[in-house]
């Protein structure tokens, strides 16, 4: 009986140094702020220390973790975005100096990487080709566009139609285009033309290589070529 009253009297004593501190806090919020900060290094290495060496420890708090996420997942993207976004910039700035300090076995890597697969990325390539060829020549064209900023883009539809209109022959030798052609900007993008179908034609190979970026009608005057 008498351990039953002492300890109701030391839950009571407890309730009430509670509510104490509960109410000096919030009556002086920037000391407990100014005490928290100064107290996290030693409480952060505290529970680093003890997540190192005490596996129940790491499991409990694993397992709090787990069951908070499940609890407020709302309140976890959120917190993961502000995360991120936090530490974005500190990301970038680590990953630029790891490859500055590490450059040469990075580029070595990468290097080792893409001869590795080199033989796979090439069947895809021609996969894609057999598969449909103008969607190829329309992705490459614009990624070598887009190499050089020039603006807008082509499509399968546009080289077909250029095939039609031209008859399936090289513009000026009209040679046919089974054996091969190449896409080629009329007015060069290295002279302000522009990536759009009313500036493509279709070249063999011969051809395009011998106009090379050539103003068209230096080009043209020089081969005889009148535009119909």
């Known amino acids: 009986m008498d351990n039953e009253v002492a300890g109701s009297a030391l839950d009571e004593q407890r309730k009430k140094n509670r509510g104490r501190m509960a109410r000096w806090r919030a009556r002086k919020p920037d000391r407990v702020k100014a005490r928290r900060e100064a107290e996290a290094p030693a409480r952060r290495d505290k529970t680093r220390a003890r997540w190192a060496n005490d596996p129940e420890f790491r499991a409990r708090q694993k397992a709090n973790k787990r069951k908070w996420a499940e609890a407020h997942p709302e309140r976890k993207k959120s917190a993961e975005r502000a995360r991120d976004a936090a530490r974005k910039e500190q990301t970038r700035e680590r990953s630029r100096r790891n490859y500055e300090?590490?450059?040469?076995?990075?580029l070595a890597r990468m290097a080792a990487y893409h001869a590795?697969?080199?033989?796979?990325?090439?069947?895809?390539?021609?996969a894609r080709e057999a598969a449909?060829?103008?969607?190829?020549?329309?992705?490459?064209?614009?990624?070598?566009?887009?190499?050089?900023?020039?603006?807008?883009?082509?499509?399968?539809?546009?080289?077909?139609?250029?095939?039609?209109?031209?008859?399936?022959?090289?513009?000026?030798?009209?040679?046919?285009?089974?054996?091969?052609?190449?896409?080629?900007?009329?007015?060069?993008?290295s002279l302000g033309g522009a990536h759009s179908l009313s500036n493509l034609q279709l070249l063999c190979v011969p051809c395009n290589q011998r106009k090379g970026n050539t103003h068209p009608d230096e080009y043209e005057s020089r081969i005889g070529f009148i535009r119909g």
């Open 101 to 106: 300090k590490n450059k040469e076995a990075y």
């Open 116 to 126: 590795a697969k080199a033989d796979e990325r090439n069947g895809k390539r021609r």
């Open 132 to 189: 449909e060829p103008e969607k190829e020549r329309a992705r490459t064209a614009n990624r070598a566009a887009w190499k050089k900023a020039a603006a807008g883009r082509i499509s399968k539809e546009d080289i077909r139609s250029l095939c039609v209109s031209q008859f399936n022959a090289c513009l000026y030798c009209k040679a046919d285009l089974v054996d091969g052609y190449h896409i080629d900007h009329r007015m060069p993008l």
